[in-house]
T-cell receptor, first 111, second 112 residues
Framework: SQQGEEDPQALSIQEGENATMNCSYK?????LQWYRQNSGRGLVHLIL?????REKHSGRLRVTLDTSKKSSSLLITASRAADTASYFC???????????FGAGTRLFVKA | DAGVTQSPTHLIKTRGQQVTLRCSPK?????VSWYQQALGQGPQFIFQ???????QRGNFPDRFSGHQFPNYSSELNVNALWLGDSALYLC???????????FGQGTRLTVV
């Protein structure tokens, strides 16, 4: 079963709007990462947030982590058509090396 | 810096055959992980190599094996291919487990 589950599975918004994606996980983690994938090719790393951090920013991206609820969110502000992609959260379990990905959120930004 | 490179980009094999996929990690990275991604799904962890040893393995059968060379490059071998092995195979490298991973563009394997 998946450690990380993204919600929603798909999201369609207008250019300029904000997009929020959520991720829930089941067990204790070292860190949580968000990746983007275009057209089924390689994944691009967006942000890594460690288990002792609550929020991180990178450009138009904002990630929060709530370890008590075992959940994270990715906010993309002022979205652009180029943000159209699949977004995945990935977790590394405490004491482990295995990175576990969720099934992803498909984001479509309409120009 | 060429980043993570994978070869070949596409491959078609017949059921029952064997395949070898190759990965060169980003310069300075000694940890290589392999993933299988079926269409419409997230990547599934196959295994991770560090210092030429398999450090952790996901829920994949023994038909999936790997190797890491002294220069940190890696191979993924799949024996007795099934139709269900058709997927995008991704390689990722990192300097250690607690940092971001850099992914290659993947090898698209089709088993017919």
């Amino acid at each position: 079963s998946q450690q990380g589950e993204e919600d929603p599975q798909a999201l369609s918004i207008q250019e300029g709007e904000n997009a929020t994606m959520n991720c829930s996980y089941k067990t204790s983690i070292n860190n949580l990462q968000w990746y983007r994938q275009n057209s089924g090719r390689g994944l691009v790393h967006l942000i890594l947030i460690r288990s002792n951090e609550r929020e991180k920013h990178s450009g138009r991206l904002r990630v929060t982590l709530d370890t008590s609820k075992k959940s994270s969110s990715l906010l993309i502000t002022a979205s652009r058509a180029a943000d159209t992609a699949s977004y995945f959260c990935a977790t590394v379990l405490t004491g482990g090396f295995k990175t576990i990905f969720g099934a992803g959120t498909r984001l479509f930004v309409k120009a | 810096d060429a980043g993570v490179t994978q070869s070949p980009t596409h491959l078609i094999k017949t059921r029952g055959q064997q395949v070898t996929l190759r990965c060169s990690p980003k310069s300075g990275h000694d940890t290589v992980s392999w993933y299988q991604q079926a269409l419409g799904q997230g990547p599934q962890f196959i295994f991770q190599y560090y210092e030429e040893e398999e450090r952790q393995r996901g829920n994949f059968p023994d038909r999936f094996s790997g190797h890491q060379f002294p220069n940190y490059s890696s191979e993924l071998n799949v024996n007795a291919l099934w139709l269900g092995d058709s997927a995008l195979y991704l390689c990722a490298s990192s300097p250690d487990r607690d940092t971001e991973a850099f992914f290659g563009q993947g090898t698209r394997l089709t088993v017919v």
